[in-house]
């Protein structure tokens, strides 16, 4: 047999390291990871399935999830295979906490996302009737949890001689609220964007907080045997300290910290990695603080909400990885713990009845006292209630502590997770039917129809902005353009200028860089608040170094047609045919169609926009131009013209065009009109024309007839031989216009 190194007496080697060599962090067993992978396999698998069930009768999945967990412990598949069941999930307490750590992460998620949707002014605004609500939900199930903790039997007591530090644990369980299982509701019966949706969300959330002051307090108590003033001032200058930190200072660190993020690396992965790393430093914060690790995760999804830089890629892949994962495993875990067995006992059954009346009296009456005071009515007071009335998983962690203290005895742990489940599943059909009866006030209308205006408006979902530069009319035109657009829109402006990495010319380097980027500059005029960001890029290949940086978020590149007399073959010049046909977001390509200017130092002075013109066919590049013009004639107070234009058939066909033509031009108005509601709701006044004839000559001819001072076009690209092409009608009308004309197009194909 080998003798151990380190067990040898060599003078030199130094006792210290077998001490070290024996005290090594051992890896995961074998065995512990195969029962974490199957236990998640098989939580996922019938939380999914049974939330689909669910879903087919119009029911949250969150219900089907809670109860998977129930069917997956002792209650049923522990009771028909009770040794598969133990096997699968042993009572061991390192097998649990793997779980655990894992349910927690969906907890912290699920947070996240809920503080993506949560409505930070309109908290602000009912602030007063959600504290109330608050206030209710936990001074009268506090109480009626209090008394309750005084008139049970001593056989439901671990220790009846502690019968006042049962009584407290008691009011506290009954006290509290389980957000992720209120958010989760909320999410799928689309209900968070709603008024009462916001007010349920920051009722719970004070409510959980409030909750988790008191359970440090009473389990201090029952540690310790003694009650103290300093931990309970403690905590709520600390939950006070952390929220007024998050919403003062919070929110420039989180611009600044994706902003950083955004210019440095880019993409969607790189924002969802900085908000994850945001969240559970904030988690960890609270937690040390003695708070719910929750409310750190919380607050940072409405900060990261809130930042015009935070990717909407980023925050779709957080909600599928929640919901389709993380999500499920948090709330069938919570009902693994749920034993309905110990609770069929008459005796244990009635007092669980009784608790479970109590518990959800108590906090309905709370929820609906404080509503009714804070001005809602009572049908919005009873929605609230039901919405508060969830435990869930918070309740089963209050339980576990008592229990692991020595609070609770089992009969009572298996009461109060029991009330948790019960009390869970109740919630979505209760908040339906109340719901049903809250009718949608006309400033919420219009509040959510402006919302759902805004997730589909491309230029409502602009946030970040490129204009490379090289100077001339129409680079300057383009951004008096964006000027327009970024007082109607929130956004980041960043002017770059491309030089080559060969050129050793340094003073004429400095010299062309710092005029371009000058002439941006000058013509840029932002809201207070909000500066032009500039860059300078080196590489040999321009095109390529403006690709790649719009690589890193841009919504938007802005271009200007710098030539005025393109290459042959070419509809602009090499390096703009390449950006739009590559790029990886919209480009909007200007041409001015002003003389350039014989001075080099000369800016473009404000062009004057009055009428605006807009060819549309009612496809979806149309109404990106639709869009930008209305943004426009918005800040303007220029009038935007919507030009359908009925292509004229050869002779051969006029008898077929007089039993179409009623028709064609029925839905030519109707395609000028929906698009004219749309320009209306961006602000502009809108006017619509239906002609007849050759669409290129028809177009312009009124541009030039009714003294048009902007021509925005739609179109998509079509690959022709390496060039930009399209169509023979729009490069035409970008050959022949006398006006200026903005030419938008989606993202490339390359």
């Known amino acids: 047999m ?41 939580l996922l698998l019938v939380a999914r399935g049974l939330g689909e069930v669910l879903r087919r009768f119009n029911q949250p999945p969150v219900i089907g999830e809670l109860l998977a967990g129930v069917l997956l412990g002792p209650s049923l598949f522990g009771w028909l295979f009770p040794q598969a069941q133990a096997y699968i999930f042993p009572p061991n307490q390192v097998q649990s906490d793997l779980l655990s750590v894992i349910s927690w992460l969906g907890v912290l998620f699920l947070l996240v996302v809920t503080g993506l949707e949560t409505d ?12 109330l609500i608050s206030l209710g939900g936990i001074i009268v199930p506090f109480t009626t949890g209090l008394g309750l903790g005084w008139l049970l039997p001593d056989s439901f007591l671990a220790n009846p001689s502690a019968r006042l530090v049962f009584s407290l644990f008691i009011a506290t369980a009954m006290s509290i609220s389980a957000i992720p299982v209120i958010a989760k509701v909320l999410i799928d019966m689309n209900l968070i964007r709603r008024d009462i949706g916001q007010v349920i969300l920051a009722a719970g959330m004070t409510d959980d907080t409030i909750g988790w002051i008191l359970l440090s307090v009473v389990a201090g108590l029952a540690t310790s045997g003694s009650f103290s003033l300093i931990n309970l001032l403690g905590a709520i200058a600390a939950a006070l300290l952390f929220l007024g930190f998050a919403l003062s200072l919070g929110r420039p660190v989180m611009d600044w910290m994706l902003r950083w993020v955004d210019d440095h690396i880019g993409g969607a992965t790189a924002s969802l990695t900085a908000v994850l790393v945001l969240a559970l430093g904030a988690a960890a914060l609270t937690h040390s603080l003695g708070l719910e690790a929750a409310l750190g995760a919380f607050v940072t999804g409405i900060l990261a909400g809130r930042s015009p830089r935070f990717n909407r890629q980023a925050g779709l892949a957080l909600e599928l990885i929640t919901a389709g994962f993380l999500a499920p495993i948090f709330f069938a875990s919570a009902g693994l713990k749920v034993n309905l067995l110990q609770v069929l006992n008459p005796t244990t059954l009635l007092t669980g009845l009784v608790v479970l009346a109590i518990a959800c009296l108590g906090k309905f009456t709370g929820a609906y006292g404080g509503a009714r005071l804070g001005g809602l009515g009572h049908w919005e007071g009873l929605a609230l209630g039901a919405g508060m009335n969830a435990r869930g998983a918070m309740e089963i962690i209050v339980a576990t502590i008592g229990l692991s203290l020595g609070v609770l005895n089992q009969q009572m742990y298996s009461i109060i997770v029991m009330v948790a489940i019960v009390t869970s599943v109740m919630s979505p059909p209760l908040l339906r039917w109340t719901l049903s009866h809250v009718a949608i006030g006309e400033e919420e209308a219009q509040r959510l129809a402006a919302e759902a205006f805004s997730s589909q408006s491309f230029v409502k979902r602009l946030r970040r902005i490129l204009i490379p530069t090289r100077g001339g009319t129409n680079v300057q035109l383009a951004t008096q353009l964006v000027s327009h657009l970024a007082h109607r829109v929130v956004v980041d402006v960043t002017a770059v200028f491309v030089l080559s990495e060969k050129s050793s010319a340094t003073n004429t380097k400095n010299f062309q860089t710092d005029l371009a980027l000058n002439a941006v500059a000058q013509e840029l005029h932002l809201p207070a608040g909000r500066s032009l960001k500039t860059k300078v890029l080196w590489g040999q290949d321009t095109s390529s170094a403006i690709l790649q940086e719009a690589q890193k978020g841009y919504d938007l590149i802005v271009l200007g047609a710098t030539e005025p007399q393109p290459p042959r073959g070419m509809l602009f010049n090499w390096l703009v045919d390449r950006i739009i046909q590559e790029s990886p977001c919209a480009t909007l390509v200007v041409k001015s169609n002003l003389p350039p200017s014989e001075n080099q130092d000369e800016f473009l002075a404000m062009q004057r926009i009055s009428h605006i013109l807009v060819p549309t066919s ?31 058939p050869p002779m051969e066909y006029t008898v077929f065009e007089e039993n179409t033509y009623d028709t064609v031009m029925e839905i030519a108005q109707k395609i000028v009109h929906q698009q004219a509601l749309l320009g209306r709701n961006l602000g502009a006044e809108m006017k619509t024309c239906v002609l007849v004839g050759n669409p290129e000559q028809k177009i312009l001819s009124f541009a030039e007839s009714e003294a048009v001072d902007l021509l925005v076009m739609g179109s998509n690209i079509r690959q022709i031989t390496g060039r930009v092409f399209f169509g023979h009608r729009v490069d035409a009308i970008l050959s022949k216009a006398t006006c200026p004309i903005a030419l938008v197009s989606p993202a490339g194909q390359g």
């Open 120 to 131: 930070l002014n309109l908290i602000v605004r009912k602030g007063k009737t959600a504290l």
């Open 618 to 648: 009612g496809t979806e590049y149309s109404t990106y131009a639709v869009e930008i013009a209305s943004t426009i004639a918005a800040q303007t107070g220029a009038t935007v013209t919507l030009l359908n234009v009925i292509d004229q």
């Open 2 to 42: 080998p003798i151990p190194l380190l067990s040898v007496p060599f003078p030199w080697v130094d006792p210290g390291l077998a001490v070290l060599a024996k005290s090594l962090i051992k890896p995961l067993g074998h065995h512990e990871l195969l029962l974490v992978l199957v236990q998640l396999s098989l």
